[in-house]
């Protein structure tokens, strides 16, 4: 944590660290008695700056993770018809699930459920800090 920064804090000049990292989130999720036989689970797609945390009104310090989308891991003799009913329904559409997690939780997460986008040198805006090139590099190439 040494390289990390405060958000908020204009003097310290840590480059970005971007990982994406995905969540089993299929408990939250109201799914149609319909599609309940095909959907296997529900998964949050996150990324965040893992060189920059926050303390929400507490000791332990926080990420914060900006939500990217949803994906449904649907059972693989799913029709296609069904399948694309599912993504339209559940993994399309927008709704901003952003949060704050604590390091400790997204730092004890498996490696296979993170990926690292890296560092982003030379960002052009102090306050983006390459989150939209992030974000845009993640929708079109999904990492889950």
């Avoid at 109201?30 to 990324?47: C, L, S």
């Avoid at 296609?80 to 559940?90: A, F, M, S, T």
């Amino acid at each position: 944590m040494n390289a990390a920064r405060k958000l908020n804090d204009p003097d310290c000049k840590v480059p970005p660290d971007w990982w994406c990292i995905s969540f089993d989130e299929t408990v939250h999720w109201n799914i149609a008695e319909e599609d309940k036989p095909y959907i296997e689970k529900m998964m949050g797609v996150y990324f965040y700056d893992r060189s920059e945390y926050t303390y929400c009104c507490e000791v332990t310090p926080s990420y914060w993770l900006r939500h990217l989308g949803n994906v449904a891991y649907c059972r693989w003799d799913t029709p296609d018809e069904v399948r694309e009913r599912i993504y339209d329904k559940y993994e399309i559409g927008g709704y901003d699930d952003s949060c704050y997690m604590h390091v400790r939780v997204v730092e004890a997460i498996p490696a296979e459920r993170k990926v690292r986008y890296g560092l982003v040198d030379g960002w052009a805006d102090e306050k983006d800090r390459g989150e939209e090139q992030v974000r845009e590099y993640w929708q079109g190439n999904p990492a889950f």
